[in-house]
């Protein structure tokens, strides 16, 4: 994207979000439930169909709108939900072999971003995330956005109390990964 997308593009999630209440304050990720402040539930965010409906039909959103077509009514309709994910559970487990060799990259950077999301949160309390079959997510083949975040995770996750775990039935994977500062 070149800066004047990016710039439309924030300027799209500014307004999807804010249509939910939720805006640069950080309380307004809260709300009250039976006297008591909670984070809000996955019902109180937006999902990717909010984010299309907003963006109109100019000629500047149309790129935008095209590419979230397989997210909205294509293939990858699943991931236009709310997520049914308890993600204050002490073990979180997201298995997204099902997802299909095409569609995994979207599964395993939605998945590594939440799980890093989580690491981060108190470095008191130790946290480990177990990646299996990473050469699918840092190999030759793989997505270099998603590669590179993944590195950045192995590179940062001790200054957050956390230990990350790259598995594979065979070695030689790791061997031809693209980011061999991982192993």
């Known amino acids: 994207m070149d800066e004047e997308e990016k710039a439309i593009l924030e300027d ?6 804010g249509n939910k209440g939720i805006t640069f304050d950080d309380e307004t990720l809260f709300k009250e439930v039976d006297g008591e402040i909670v984070f809000k539930e996955s019902i109180d965010m937006p999902i ?18 095209i590419k979230l077509i397989p997210f909205i009514k294509g293939s990858l309709m699943y991931l236009n939900h ?12 997201a298995d997204i072999y099902e997802l299909g060799e095409e569609n995994i ?16 949160k108190d470095r008191s309390v130790k ?19 998603v590669a590179k975040f993944i590195y950045k995770i192995f590179k940062t996750i001790r200054k957050y109390g956390g230990s990350a775990v790259a598995i594979t039935q065979d070695i030689s994977d790791l061997f031809s990964l693209e980011h061999r500062n991982i192993w």
């Open 12 to 17: 799209k999630l500014i307004e999807c979000y």
């Open 48 to 65: 990717l169909e909010d984010l299309y409906n907003i963006l109109g039909d100019t000629e500047k959103t149309k790129v935008f709108k």
């Open 82 to 93: 709310y997520t049914n994910i308890e993600i204050n559970n002490k073990l979180i487990v």
């Open 105 to 120: 990259k979207y599964g395993m950077y939605i998945f590594t971003e939440l799980f890093s999301d989580k690491i981060k």
């Open 127 to 145: 946290k480990a995330i177990y990646l299996d079959e990473i050469w699918r997510l840092i190999g030759v083949t793989s997505n270099k956005y």
